[in-house]
């Protein structure tokens, strides 16, 4: 049974770091894009970041652009996102995601196949 889990999510004041980790279970993704997309309430879930298969290119989105970071562990099946001077409006409910391609194909939701359950972030002001 493929299985993703985040971790790391937590409240931090504005200004502060987070780490988060996405371990995949079940199968290796090490041949996949990955990807993490955050949903605040009362809004869409919208793309944050991904990165290819290999780890070698990355895109992120231009709201977290230059403060946030995503890299991957083959070795261990796991994605990460670290996100440095975070502010009230980077407060949502994180999710990572395997791509269904070994590239980054897009920063829809529909190109990705299994999510992870969420972890929250708070960024108090």
């Known amino acids: 049974q493929v299985q ?3 971790s ?3 409240l931090v004041q504005a200004g502060g770091s987070l780490g988060l980790s996405c371990a995949a279970s079940g199968r290796s993704f090490s041949t996949y894009a990955m ?3 955050r949903q605040a309430p009362g809004k869409e879930r919208e793309f944050v970041a991904a990165i290819n298969w290999s780890g070698g ?3 992120l989105a231009d709201s977290v652009k230059d403060r946030f970071t995503i890299s991957r562990d083959n070795t261990r ?3 990460y996102l670290q996100m440095n001077s975070l502010k009230p409006e980077d407060t949502a409910v994180y999710y990572c995601a395997v791509g269904r391609s ?3 194909a897009s920063t829809m939701g529909v190109a990705y196949d299994y999510w992870g359950q969420g972890t929250q ?3 108090s002001s």
């Open 4 to 6: 993703l889990v985040e």
């Open 8 to 10: 790391g999510g937590g």
């Open 35 to 37: 990807g993490w997309f």
């Open 57 to 59: 290119r990355t895109l």
């Open 77 to 79: 099946n796991t994605v």
């Open 102 to 104: 070994s590239w980054i």
């Open 121 to 123: 972030v708070t960024v």
